[in-house]
């Protein structure tokens, strides 16, 4: 088989280290080759600047596709991050349905929500719209709070005991989502973790908690997975990989109060790059 190429649809916020602007430097370096489908642009991103400009690219994205489709390319995975419109939804599903190879992998992550709120103008609409998405998602990862609007849960009514994560994953799984990578679950206060719901079963993996809150943790989690499975890791070998690169990102970042928008991966790369690539020769 020869490499495998990605192709990640999410906007570019030019300043701000989140979706593109992390996803491409993120899965390049774990040796995948990356193709982009930007679906906005803004001049950073929502969470704490205030006034950032906003051009959809809407218009755009079905013809970008239509391109590809006439040239016959393809991708072995397309990933999806944030989206600027309830269009660009049904958008993406076309984009998939004329660009990924036979067996290609839909990988689905929401980024619309966190800490029990929707991002900044997104409605409950395009969270139920998301919820659509994520049912014809070979692999989906929503944090808690997207899952439970995704699937009409309240968030934060009862404690995150076991019992609450597996309904949540049978909601998510309901939707029709293959595999579920749930982000955000901690059952004790020093460790966080991630929850797998795969054939079936569910499994875990549980890192230490940093007592920091960062923008576009996600997107570098989301990234860093797709490109280690893209890699040949498997599911779980991707979260914990995921995992990990994360909370290195954060602590490269902890206590820099002037990096308060977006994380310090460029640090934790070298890092992924030799644990993503083990010992495999560069071919
Ligand atoms: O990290 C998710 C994200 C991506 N893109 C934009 C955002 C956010 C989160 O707020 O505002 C534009």
Redesign the pocket.
Known sequence: MGDRKVLTI??I?CVGQ??LTVALPIISACGIETAILPSAV?ST???GFTGNTFHDLSGDMLAIGRHWKKEGICFDAVYT??LGSIDQIAYVQTVMDETLAPGGLRIIDP?MADHGRL?HGFTDEFARRMGGLCGIADIALPNITEACLMTGTPYGEGPMDEAYIEMLLDKVSALGAKCVVMKGVSYEPEKLGVAVRQNGKTSYYFHEKIAQNF??T??CYASAFVGALMQGHSVYESVAIAADFTVESMKMTVGDRSHWYGVRFEKALPGLMRRVNGNRPVS
Do not use: F, I, P
């Open positions: 999410q906007d916020s989140c979706s803004l991103h929502t969470g991050g944030y980024a991002y923008h576009g996600g997107d």
